[in-house]
């Protein structure tokens, strides 16, 4: 029986400050991810990095919490999304590391942006852009799982709650739920309990913010003996507001403006108006305690330290930074004790202006140890304290795509693996080999362009070729600093490392890595050099793979060639085998530009004419493995075939093309590694289609029937025995695999890839990992790795084994 585990899933977080959640028990971090949620262990010391993928909502992924059942001591998770529902998903039994879907909750009419569980509490809250706040009552019984409405709270006057937080007022006292959005007010609704649940009724109203609020947070107090509550809310206007809400009548005399002609004019602002309300036939108040200044930018997120040792609170904040405020213990005022991230390095674009800048997302550890942040890039950061030095410094986080991947291709030796995505990213991943250890994650961004990005070759070891939303290709060098760190982590040896270039850097406008060396002048290369060994040192000094700063900075590698000659934007790419020749073509709508063009690597000239046979964009492109061939398919329906020329080895001419290949436009295409040329089609009338060579012509032996559009297909590399080995992926997500038998081109169905492991969108490009190893192949059984790319923002490696020909 086939044996597929998933190796390695890359993929970025969602832009959005409610979209993460630590658990304290399990110490499992779920974040949105697209519209799928993703767990990792940030605390695994295999460093595995996000270890599953859960799919259900149909729409991105906005809000995240952990809650446990105070009855049962269930542990589920609660996700909202912009596909207006609320999801409950339920902890595997005996793993509470894996979570299955158990309740689906429906009722907003419009994108769920916050969530709020309270500790003890059977409630759930949940605010959406339709203006509202729902309460919903969790229930578990046995194996099910429920979810109830029992109040709906419109929000007068009528605003978008982006933030929401519930806790009890005291020990089993009522709940209180604060919520805040798209005004400046914080509204505190207080619960009665009734027969027919929590009845929540408005308390209170906090002004003193000037912009909408992004964050509440409830804490005890734990320097208060009469278990006083803090709320801390966090605004665009840059400030976080601390409240406290005690029992009892508090009277302040507010100070007469002319005690400090300074404070005059921030009166109102600073006001210490004791707001009283009732709940349980008891008296509470909430007084405003401190204000906490320093950030550039507007303030996403607010956390407080779950650890009862100390009280502190993190924020996050678009102008690049984590900051820890914590009481001082003298004067009692609140002080900036800690602040990580990019401190005023890159200034000249705020979130007032439309940058989607900064620190999104700010979390703690269960221990309060350590904490993480996720970046504008969609990548998480992480901090560790160290108590000798006492000072919290920076470990390793996770990375990957936040928009769909376009594009994946191994090394030729499967050294690494490159993707390529509409984030305007290419990146490299590759295994990270330590004691006994092995991992993979990404070790080099090598392009960050101005453009959506399409696909992606390889042109050796130290080579690429790019196409994207832009009318040329481009071709980049491996710079020194990447070849020796992945010799040195992954056992990657490159030859030849002496002529690589040293390092590359973005220029303003952000379109092409510039190159930084010898050839510029005097003065650029003296700062080029000093830039080098600055990238060589960076990279060289961690026995880990690059930090995400590093990544974004250091990692890039230096743009050698482009490649002109195309009317619009790129959309396929091939390298011959033999590495002379770049295929490439550009959408069309007419013959004129629904052509295939060549370029010779030795010069990078144009190799003219172009090749004609299509009416429509060419949707994929393939050379045959003695490279005697090239074969593209697109969306008028056909494919095509081209031969080289015996005389003129970078010379192709059509040899013959099927104008009614498939009954819808096909969209990939694959050779067979085997002598008899022989490839397959995907179509999006559902079908795969194997095509041999019959003297001329080619014909079609095969077809496969599948569920949906077919999308992306790959043959091994190696045949096995007597079969080939062909993966399928879909416009749904769906992964299958065949053996095809060499001699007759009968395709038996191996096994699909568990739907619980696979993409929730479509598949864009499958991949086979180049085999290396002469020992690997056994006489019935064979292991391999598959890269998959999908719209849904993942790059994916698969384990695959007991592949019994």
Known sequence: MVSITSDYISVGGNRHPAAADWDVQSGVLAFGADNNVALWDPKDDSQRGVYSLLVGHTDKVCAVRFYTCPTTGTKLLVTASADHTVRIWRAATGDHRNFMLSQTLEGHTSSVNTLAVGDGADIVASGAADGSVKIWRITVKGEETKGDLVKSIAMKPRF????????????????????????????????????????????????????????????????????????????QDKYIRLWRLQRGEVMRAAPAEDEDPMLGGLEPTLSNKAHQ????????????????????????????????????????????????????????????????????????????????????????????KQVVSLGRTGSWRAWCYDPDMDVWVQALGIAGHVRSVNGVRWEPTGGYL????????????????????????????????????????????????????EKLLRVFNEPKPIAKLLEKLSSFKQLA????????????????????????????????????????????????????????????????????????????????????????????????????????????????????????????????????????????????????????????????????????????????????????????????????????????????NLKSPVTALSFLPQMQGNSLFLATGEDSGKLSLYTVAADSLEATHLGNIDTLISPSKAITQLAWRPSTEEGGIGQDIYSAKLAVASEDTSTRIYAISNMVS
Request: hydrophobic share 40%; charged share 20%; proline share 4%.
């Open 497 to 704: 490392v002496g002529e690589l270039p040293d390092t590359a850097q973005i220029p303003v406008l952000g379109l092409s890595n510039q190159y930084m060396g010898e050839e510029a002048p005097l003065e650029e290369a003296n700062i080029a050099d000093g830039q080098a060994q600055a990238n060589q040192a960076i990279l060289s000094g961690p026995e880990q793979p690059p930090l995400e700063d590093q990544l974004a900075r250091y990692t890039l590698w230096p743009e050698h060639e482009k490649l002109y000659g195309h009317g619009y934007e790129i959309s396929a790419v091939a390298v011959s085998h033999d590495r002379t020749l770049i295929a490439t073509a550009c959408k069309a709508s007419s013959i004129d530009h629904a052509v295939v063009r060549l370029y010779d690597t030795s010069d990078w000239h144009e190799i003219r004419p172009p090749l004609a046979a299509h009416s429509l964009t060419i949707t994929s492109l393939s050379f045959s493995s003695d490279d005697l061939y090239l074969l593209s398919v697109g969306r008028d329906r056909q494919w095509a075939v081209y031969r080289r020329s015996e005389q003129d080895p970078t010379m192709f001419s059509l040899m013959t093309s099927h104008s009614k290949g498939h009954s819808r436009m096909i969209l990939d295409a694959a050779w067979a590694p085997i002598s008899d040329h022989t490839f397959a089609t995907a179509g999006r009338d559902k079908l795969v289609k194997i095509w041999q060579i019959a003297g001329e012509s080619f014909l079609c032996k095969t077809s496969i």
């Open 277 to 368: 309300f009732h709940a349980a036939g008891l008296m509470y108040s909430v007084t405003f305690e401190a204000l906490l200044f320093g950030n550039e930018d507007w303030v996403y997120t607010t956390a407080w330290n779950p650890s009862s040792e100390r009280q502190q609170l993190l924020s996050a904040s678009a102008d690049n930074t984590l900051t820890i405020w914590e009481q001082d213990t003298v004067s009692g005022i609140w002080v900036s004790a800690e602040r990580m991230g990019e401190i005023s390095v890159q200034k000249g674009s705020t979130t007032a202006t439309g940058s989607t800048g900064g620190f999104w997302i700010g979390l703690w550890s269960p221990d309060g």
């Open 418 to 469: 490159l993707s390529a995505s509409s984030d305007q990213t290419t990146r490299l991943h590759a295994q990270w080999l330590r004691d006994g250890k092995q991992s993979w994650h990404e070790f080099s961004r090598p392009q960050i362009h101005g453009y959506d990005l399409n696909c992606v070759d390889t042109l050796g070891p130290a080579r690429f070729v790019s196409g994207a939303d």
């Open 160 to 235: 978008f709650p982006l933030a929401l937080a519930l806790k009890s007022l005291q020990t089993d006292g009522p709940m209180v739920l604060a919520v805040a959005g798209t005004t400046n007010i914080v509204q505190i609704y207080v619960a009665e309990n009734t027969p027919e649940g929590p009845d929540f009724t408005l308390a209170a109203l906090l002004s003193g913010h000037e912009a909408w609020v992004r964050s509440l947070s409830f804490t005890l107090d734990k320097q208060s003996q009469a278990g006083d509550l803090l709320l801390a809310s966090a605004s």
